[in-house]
């Protein structure tokens, strides 16, 4: 699908069923977002309304013939459109005009507020309504589709070899392999119980109306481990031990520290699949292994699990589920 504007905005008249019927010539389209490898979202105006809408467009995929067939990525279109109309009497969605289940072209309404970013998710206003949309989320009882693992891809039983670690220091990364596996036997000791999770917990998912936080992407939605959905936010977002203390204020009160040690422990979890994440393209040949940029990403991703490990909150977290395990 060519994304020049005039045959996108064709495009749009087309699929959008708001603005079928409309001239191309009167519709303003203007794209907001392309995430690499990710969807284009677009602001959508046009003449004789003061309405607007965000038209989130598919993301090329030939297999997606029908809703059943899941496409060649994790994302499956139907399992998401199913979960975001489950999620949507919570509040913690947009109000959606329009989803298709075959390719995910998603429409909603543009109203007032601004996305979050890694700078403005540290203010702990925005922190708290963030921590509260989780919650009412997670506590909804609902049964979202799919089930997202924490560790996923990760063998403690295979080491990283020089061949495979990308000119990472060998020694510093097997350090954090073997440390990961230790936290999922310590997180194991005090599971908790499958809830219905966004798993996109970064900051540019998160949209502030001023008044309450709704969540703009639902691609991983799955049921899932709420503290591990936390962690995700906290190290997408960069926050500091103190920011994420405010979170977890206002996700758990002052209550519950068992739970919030889960969530400081799966903060290595959540970097080191990030790392993973930045890894898996190289692997794969679809980002140059020498490329200046991707190295640098890659080093500050490993560097990213070093300073959480030689964190006070992390460490002391770590401690307090391990002596938990062995006093059970």
């Not at 990525?73 to 329009?98: D, H, K, M, S």
Request: proline letters at 8%.
């Amino acid at each position: 699908m060519t994304t020049t504007p005039d045959a996108l905005t064709v495009y749009l008249c087309e699929r959008v069923g708001a603005l079928r019927g409309l001239d191309p010539e009167d519709v303003l389209v203007t794209p907001l977002h392309d995430e690499a490898g990710g969807p284009v979202y677009c602001i959508v105006e046009w003449e004789g309304t003061d309405e607007a809408l965000v038209v989130r467009l598919p993301i090329d995929d030939d297999s997606r013939d029908d809703e059943t067939q899941p496409p060649s990525g994790p994302w499956r279109p139907a399992a998401e459109g199913r979960n975001l109309a489950l999620a949507g009497p919570l509040g913690v969605t947009p109000a959606t005009i329009q989803f298709d289940r075959r390719d995910g072209l998603w429409v909603y309404p543009l109203w007032a507020g601004a996305p979050a970013t890694a700078i403005t998710v540290i203010d702990p206003a925005l922190l708290a309504r963030v921590g509260r949309s989780a919650r009412l989320l997670h506590a909804s009882g609902l049964a979202f589709e799919g089930a997202d693992d924490p560790f996923a891809g990760m063998d403690p039983a295979r080491p990283w070899q020089r061949d495979s670690a990308l000119d990472l220091p060998l020694r510093k990364l097997n350090m954090v392999h073997d440390i990961i596996g230790q936290c999922r036997d310590v997180l194991a000791s005090v599971p908790t119980a499958p809830v219905p999770c966004v798993n996109a917990l970064a900051p540019e998912a998160c949209f502030d109306t001023g008044t309450r936080v709704v969540f703009l992407d639902w691609r991983a939605s799955a049921m899932g481990d709420p503290h591990h959905d936390l962690a995700r936010l906290a190290d997408r977002a960069n926050l500091n031990a103190d920011q994420v203390g405010a979170l977890l204020d206002a996700y758990f009160g002052t209550e519950a520290p068992v739970a919030r040690d889960r969530v400081r422990v799966f903060r290595l979890v959540a970097a080191y699949r990030r790392l993973l994440e930045h890894m898996e393209p190289m692997h794969a040949g679809r980002v140059d292994p020498a490329d200046d940029v991707a190295r640098h990403h890659l080093g500050a991703r490993l560097d990213a699990c070093l300073m959480i490990l030689d964190s006070a909150s992390w460490t002391g977290a770590m401690d307090r589920l391990s002596a938990h395990r062995r006093a059970s």
